[in-house]
């Protein structure tokens, strides 16, 4: 080959590069504004939920089926007492607690038993879903209803477990124990249950950053927007992830996902198939997807759903240290998801999860993140040897940057229609500046921890990062 031939080849492989990397980002901002656009036909025309707490538990305080929440607890000694307390109070007929501390190295037991004055009371496990060894069993004498497992380190899956085997009713609720619940959470994702024909096996809700909340004796005082960008990044991010696509997800029965942060199941399909699996670090999108897969191949009518007005606030990652580790830990996850369920991509055994949610799970975990990240340095470079027009520059511009700020514009206006959960003019225009600025340097950012994951799937890495908390009420 020629020294000109080889000048040509290369040329036209950075163009088929710049092109295809534009392509891929335009089909991946193209179907959120799809999700965004359903989802707010979905709000505009469904049936409005009651507005308060009286009004639910006056139509469904007698028809409540019991449920065991589930709070799988790592390290987290200094938000867990506020946590369990918000717990305690939820609104709800018939609800047990518990706590499943999971080996954690920090004072968590310690600061359990103190709180709750918990004594050790023998219960038998009914199924035993984890790995590892139960070390002990509490009861509180103040409060009837928590129960507290100590037992080995094994992670949230085995944790989660574990609490799924103490637990006796029929519908369990699994979530984080840095979450604090809206005080009606339960009984809203409850209420799908009470009208189920016994095709619905799982609930999801809407996730809130909860740093810049006051937390008081467990529950949510006052909603505010923490000062720091970091926080406020997320903020945006949740809006576009749970208003929008879990919304249209939902609605068009390919939803993959429910956050591991609050969910509700029905406890006999999740012991049908093993409970969480251990070996990977996105238990939770796992879980949901080999849900679809078990009950599609056993030919069994099911329905999993997501309901808006669940609300549970969660701490998030006060600064760019923590937000890594989760970050790359859950691009890792969704690959390693996407391999253990691979014959289900376009198999139309599957249904519309074969066909279009595993595609759309390739696209926005396999493909996208590296197909951006080259576009930025590869469509500039192109530019700058002349063999590509500077509007394309401009057009990759528009499809990143301004495009998605309309998106998290699109669903911070959504939210402010539908759930108005942001307090005040002041806190809905931080959020706003967070939604313009984070496509300059934080969308980027956030890239690269992908990538970072993707690294750790390839080389099979299984370690856990925790995230740094820094507890409810604390400065960022």
């Given at each position: 080959?020629?020294?000109?031939?080889?000048?040509?080849?290369?040329?036209n492989?950075?163009?088929?590069l710049?092109?295809?990397?534009?392509?891929?980002?335009?089909?991946?901002?193209?179907?959120?504004?799809l999700?965004?656009?359903?989802?707010?036909?979905?709000f505009?025309?469904?049936?409005k939920?009651?507005?308060?707490?009286?009004e639910l538990?006056r139509r469904?305080?007698?028809?409540?089926?019991?449920?065991?929440?589930?709070?799988?607890?790592?390290?987290?000694?200094?938000?867990?007492v506020?946590?369990?307390?918000?717990?305690?109070?939820?609104?709800?007929?018939?609800?047990?607690?518990?706590?499943?501390n999971d080996?954690?190295?920090?004072?968590?037991?310690?600061?359990?038993?103190?709180g709750?004055?918990?004594?050790?009371h023998?219960r038998?496990?009914?199924?035993?879903?984890?790995?590892?060894?139960?070390?002990g069993?509490?009861?509180?004498r103040?409060y009837?209803?928590?129960?507290?497992?100590?037992k080995?380190?094994?992670?949230?899956?085995?944790a989660?477990?574990?609490?799924?085997?103490?637990?006796?009713?029929?519908?369990?609720?699994v979530?984080?124990?840095?979450?604090?619940?809206?005080?009606?959470?339960l009984?809203?994702?409850a209420e799908?249950?009470?009208?189920?024909?016994?095709?619905?096996?799982?609930?999801g809700?809407?996730?809130?950053i909860?740093?810049?909340?006051e937390?008081e004796?467990?529950?949510?005082?006052r909603?505010g927007?923490?000062?720091?960008?970091?926080?406020?990044?997320?903020?945006v991010?949740y809006?576009?992830?749970?208003?929008?696509?879990?919304v249209?997800?939902?609605?068009?029965?390919?939803l993959?996902?429910i956050?591991g942060?609050?969910?509700?199941f029905?406890?006999?399909?999740l012991?049908e198939?093993?409970?969480?699996?251990?070996?990977?670090?996105?238990?939770?999108?796992?879980l949901?997807?080999?849900?679809?897969?078990?009950?599609?191949?056993?030919?069994?009518?099911?329905?999993i759903k997501?309901v808006?007005?669940?609300?549970?606030?969660?701490?998030?990652p006060a600064n760019?240290?923590?937000?890594k580790?989760?970050?790359?830990?859950?691009?890792?996850?969704a690959?390693e998801?996407?391999?253990?369920?691979?014959?289900?991509?376009?198999?139309?055994?599957y249904?519309?999860?074969?066909?279009?949610?595993?595609?759309?799970?390739?696209?926005?975990?396999v493909?996208?993140?590296?197909?951006?990240?080259?576009?930025?340095?590869?469509?500039?470079?192109a530019i700058?040897?002349?063999?590509?027009?500077?509007?394309?520059?401009?057009a990759?511009?528009?499809?990143?940057?301004?495009?998605?700020?309309?998106?998290?514009?699109?669903?911070?206006?959504?939210?402010?229609?539908?759930?108005r959960?942001t307090?005040?003019?002041?806190d809905?225009?931080?959020?706003g500046?967070?939604?313009?600025?984070?496509?300059f340097?934080?969308?980027?950012m956030?890239?690269?921890?992908?990538?970072?994951?993707?690294?750790s799937?390839l080389?099979s890495?299984t370690?856990?990062?925790?995230?740094?908390?820094?507890?409810f009420?604390?400065?960022?």
């Amino acid at each position: 080959m020629t020294l000109n031939e080889l000048q040509i080849a290369s040329a036209n492989a950075i163009l088929f590069l710049a092109f295809g990397c534009f392509l891929v980002v335009a089909a991946r901002n193209g179907i959120s504004l799809l999700q965004l656009l359903l989802a707010a036909w979905v709000f505009a025309t469904r049936t409005k939920p009651g507005r308060s707490s009286i009004e639910l538990w006056r139509r469904y305080g007698d028809l409540a089926l019991p449920v065991s929440v589930i709070a799988p607890a790592f390290n987290e000694e200094l938000s867990i007492v506020e946590s369990v307390k918000s717990l305690l109070s939820l609104e709800y007929p018939h609800h047990e607690v518990i706590v499943v501390n999971d080996g954690s190295k920090d004072d968590t037991l310690g600061a359990l038993i103190r709180g709750f004055d918990m004594e050790p009371h023998e219960r038998m496990q009914i199924a035993a879903l984890q790995k590892t060894q139960i070390r002990g069993t509490y009861r509180s004498r103040r409060y009837p209803n928590l129960f507290v497992v100590d037992k080995e380190n094994g992670r949230k899956a085995d944790a989660a477990n574990a609490g799924i085997g103490f637990a006796r009713t029929p519908l369990v609720c699994v979530i984080d124990a840095d979450s604090i619940i809206e005080t009606d959470g339960l009984l809203r994702a409850a209420e799908p249950f009470m009208h189920d024909d016994g095709r619905l096996v799982a609930v999801g809700g809407t996730i809130r950053i909860a740093n810049g909340c006051e937390i008081e004796g467990g529950a949510l005082r006052r909603i505010g927007v923490d000062t720091k960008l970091v926080p406020r990044f997320q903020i945006v991010e949740y809006l576009r992830a749970f208003l929008s696509s879990r919304v249209a997800n939902a609605h068009t029965d390919t939803l993959l996902l429910i956050s591991g942060a609050f969910g509700m199941f029905r406890r006999d399909v999740l012991i049908e198939i093993g409970g969480y699996r251990h070996d990977t670090v996105g238990e939770d999108l796992e879980l949901v997807v080999r849900i679809h897969r078990y009950m599609r191949e056993q030919k069994r009518e099911y329905a999993i759903k997501f309901v808006p007005d669940i609300v549970c606030w969660t701490e998030a990652p006060a600064n760019l240290a923590g937000l890594k580790g989760q970050r790359s830990r859950w691009q890792q996850g969704a690959l390693e998801t996407l391999q253990r369920h691979r014959r289900m991509i376009f198999n139309p055994r599957y249904g519309r999860i074969g066909m279009i949610a595993m595609p759309q799970l390739i696209l926005e975990d396999v493909i996208g993140p590296p197909a951006e990240v080259i576009g930025y340095l590869v469509i500039p470079a192109a530019i700058a040897l002349g063999i590509l027009d500077p509007m394309m520059a401009l057009a990759f511009l528009g499809v990143t940057v301004l495009f998605g700020t309309g998106l998290s514009l699109g669903s911070l206006a959504l939210e402010e229609v539908q759930l108005r959960r942001t307090p005040t003019a002041r806190d809905l225009y931080r959020i706003g500046e967070a939604a313009l600025l984070e496509n300059f340097g934080f969308r980027q950012m956030n890239l690269i921890y992908r990538l970072r994951g993707i690294r750790s799937f390839l080389r099979s890495d299984t370690k856990w990062e925790a995230v740094p908390r820094i507890g409810f009420n604390q400065p960022s």
